[in-house]
């Protein structure tokens, strides 16, 4: 430790004397880090982190498939069936995002709800933090209309009032009452729902009736604990055969598909941000060898301390060991700077980022972003200090002919090591460019766009 703390102190040293080379290197490095940062941090809360569900694994979606249409909305009458007649799921819901007037004697204000079925807030495991959820008696056709309100529009249209609870308000010119606020964490949809009605009472009416009809809808089941994803599609096959053997005209054709809520959510973007996430490693490599080069022409500057320090009994291994102590402390400083640069561009990259990639809005630095910055701070600094740090501390102290020769041979050593470095940043831009080429195309393909999922 002590010897560590030595090193330290000296490579400070080394780096105030320098203060030209030190801000380039730093500043360098920081664009690098803080740019996986920020990608990390996306993929960290899209793609890592466990949906906030119980048991997120048990939870899938079905929907209706069409060879001609693909994957469609599921009609009423059929969800219906699904839900009675299945032995595999301990509930489905039903459930829909569209929008509303909310008038409640204030100025009107257009709102995105949650059309859902009884079953949809308990299946998720979620309650309310005032009041209640919806209920089956809410779910009926002759049922009161009540309404469920997020808590973000809690806060803002009502003010965080306790006394809502029973309160009227008018959606759609309709009289609803207020019977429940949910947590502030409490999220489905990729865009906040503010509200939630019962699709209950809707179902009474000839359109919804209508098995022809597909008015949007999704299906969220749970399986039961003892029942496979394959065992609970061979069983909504059967139901499928059955009612199209009942409803020929409507079902006819028609088959059911089930997907994992996860895959569902996440399976369009995933490959997308993982390659942004290469991408953006690529960039840091590029960042590393253009330190690399740095370090390489200081080295040479450095030669005759380093000989100095080699001729009054530093070892070479001490030498490797202050030189790379020099490089990490460069990659820490450069990372921690990264990371202000990340917290300073993370509004404007969420602004301008696709505003369909789910959990978008959940991406901050936490202790796993910090980790992960920590972890390729050093690597990094591994990275670009290990080839300089071979080249400076390789002193030879014999004769004066041997050391010209040496001389000599260090100088065509040192400029393959550039051409080296250069030859390789050449390649990763390549990479990099390819590798952006390939994600725009893959996003926008127009048979990616054709045969995604509907997303809500």
């Keep these: 430790m002590e010897t560590l703390l030595k090193d330290l102190r000296y490579a400070v040293r080394m780096l105030v004397r320098q203060p030209a080379f030190t801000a380039i290197a730093v500043l360098t490095l920081a664009l690098g880090i803080g740019a996986n940062t920020a990608i990390f941090s996306v993929v960290n809360a899209v793609l ?14 079905v929907s209706e498939h069409n060879p001609e249409v693909g994957t469609m909305s599921v009609s009423w009458p059929n969800f219906t069936d699904w839900r009675e007649q299945n032995q595999s799921f301990e509930a489905m819901a039903a459930y829909r995002l569209e929008g509303f007037n909310l008038t ?10 949650g059309t859902v079925s009884a079953s949809f807030f308990s299946l998720l495991g979620a309650d309310a933090l005032l009041g209640r959820v919806l209920t089956e008696a809410d779910d009926k056709p002759e049922a009161s209309r009540v309404v469920v309100l997020s808590y973000g529009l809690w806060q803002r249209r009502f003010g965080g009032n306790r006394d809502i609870i029973g309160a009227p308000i008018n959606l759609n010119s309709a009289p609803f009452t207020v019977v429940g606020v949910m947590p502030a964490g409490f999220q489905f949809f990729i865009q906040s729902a503010q509200i939630y009605v019962s699709s209950g009472t809707q179902s009474a009416s000839a359109i919804w009736q209508d098995r022809v009809n597909h008015p949007g809808l999704r299906v969220l089941a749970r399986l039961k604990s003892d029942v496979s994803r394959e065992r609970a599609q061979t069983d909504l096959n059967v139901i499928a055969s059955r009612l199209e053997q009942q409803y020929p005209k409507s079902n006819g054709g028609q088959s059911v598909e089930t997907i994992p809520l996860y895959e569902y959510r996440f399976g369009d973007v995933r490959s997308g941000l993982y390659m942004l996430l290469a991408a953006v490693g690529l960039v840091l490599l590029i960042s590393c060898a253009n330190v690399a080069n740095l370090l390489l022409s200081r080295a040479t500057a450095r030669q005759n301390e380093i000989a100095i320090r080699a001729a009054i009994g530093a070892s070479r291994t001490r030498l490797l060991r202050q030189l790379l102590t020099e490089s990490l402390l460069l990659s820490l400083i450069g990372g921690g700077l990264g990371v202000l640069l ?3 561009g993370m509004e404007p990259l969420l602004k301008i980022a696709p505003q369909d990639i789910p959990r978008l809005g959940e991406a901050r630095v936490d202790v796993t972003v910090l980790f992960y910055t920590l972890g390729i701070s050093v690597l990094s600094g591994i990275v670009f200090g290990l080839a300089p740090a071979l080249f400076a501390s390789k002193v030879d102290l014999s004769g004066a002919l041997k050391q010209s020769v040496r001389g ?3 100088g065509r050593s040192r400029e393959l090591l550039k051409v080296g470095f250069l030859v390789s940043e050449v390649a990763l831009a390549v990479l990099v460019v390819l590798g952006v080429i390939a994600f725009v195309a893959a996003r926008f393909s127009p048979e990616r766009n054709a045969g995604s999922h509907f997303r809500v």
């Design 342 to 344: 990340m917290l300073w």
């Design 48 to 61: 890592l982190k466990s949906l906030p569900f119980p048991d997120p694994d048990r939870l899938l979606i």
């Design 408 to 410: 000599r041979t260090s």
């Design 104 to 113: 409640d004697g204030n100025e009107p204000v257009r709102v995105l709800g």
